[in-house]
């Protein structure tokens, strides 16, 4: 089963304006990733955040973690078109190396 | 290689057949990951591969399906006897398996379609 949950599960925004995503997961981690896809194929990975870190930047992306609450944010600041996508969360387990997908959210950057 | 490739790209088939779908991960990567994605929804883990550990099969979701790595590289993923809910995406991913912080490869996909 899926321990991660976004939301929201679709956001529709205009061009130029922000966009943020969250996710929760259940159990303790060594990082959190994101993960975009487009068109319901390959993911691919955008952004990684350690367990020890809270906050993480990369061009226009830019990521929170807190482990307290076990959450994180996906924050894509002056959004384009080409932004629009389906974006994952993926937690890595402190049990082991594998990763726990979120449900997605599915951008839409309209023009 | 360049990248993570999957084969075939599309699959229909028939109820009841069987069906292998094939990936090639990155060269050097030790690690090897297998999701499966319904319409709409996240990915869910079906098995790794690292080195020449046993697999974790704990995602498989009937013995109707298995995977093998063949040599630490290819991987092929057989489900027997289809049933119209294994249609889906299935995804592959690798990845180096050095132990630290890891980023998965993913590759195209294959999209399944079990009539």
């Known amino acids: 089963s899926q321990q991660g949950e976004e939301d929201p599960q679709a956001l529709s925004i205009q061009e130029g304006e922000n966009a943020t995503m969250n996710c929760s997961y259940k159990?303790?981690?060594?990082?959190l990733q994101w993960y975009r896809q487009n068109s319901g194929r390959g993911l691919v990975h955008l952004i990684l955040?350690?367990?020890?870190?809270r906050e993480k930047h990369s061009g226009r992306l830019r990521v929170t973690l807190d482990t307290s609450k076990k959450s994180s944010s996906l924050l894509i600041t002056a959004s384009r078109a080409a932004d629009t996508a389906s974006y994952f969360c993926?937690?890595?387990?402190?049990?082991?190396?594998?990763?726990?997908f979120g449900e997605g959210t599915q951008l839409t950057v309209n023009p | 290689g360049a990248g993570v490739s999957q084969s075939p790209s599309n699959k229909v088939t028939e109820k009841g057949k069987d069906v292998e779908l094939r990936c090639d991960p990155i060269?050097?990567?030790?690690?090897l990951y297998w999701y499966r994605q319904s319409l709409g929804q996240g990915l869910e883990f079906l098995i790794y591969?690292?080195?020449?550990?046993?697999?974790?099969k704990s995602g498989l979701p009937s013995d109707r399906f298995s995977a093998e790595r063949t040599g630490g590289s290819v991987s092929t993923l057989t489900i027997q006897r289809t049933q119209q809910e294994d249609s889906a995406v299935y995804l592959c991913?690798?990845?180096f398996g050095w132990g630290g912080p890891e980023t998965q490869y993913f590759g195209p996909g294959t999209r399944l379609l079990v009539l």
């Open positions: 991913a690798s990845s």
């Open positions: 159990t303790s981690i060594n990082n």
């Open positions: 955040i350690r367990s020890n870190e």
């Open positions: 993926a937690s890595e387990e402190t049990s082991g190396s594998r990763l726990t």
């Open positions: 060269s050097g990567h030790t690690a």
């Open positions: 591969f690292q080195g020449n550990s046993a697999p974790d």
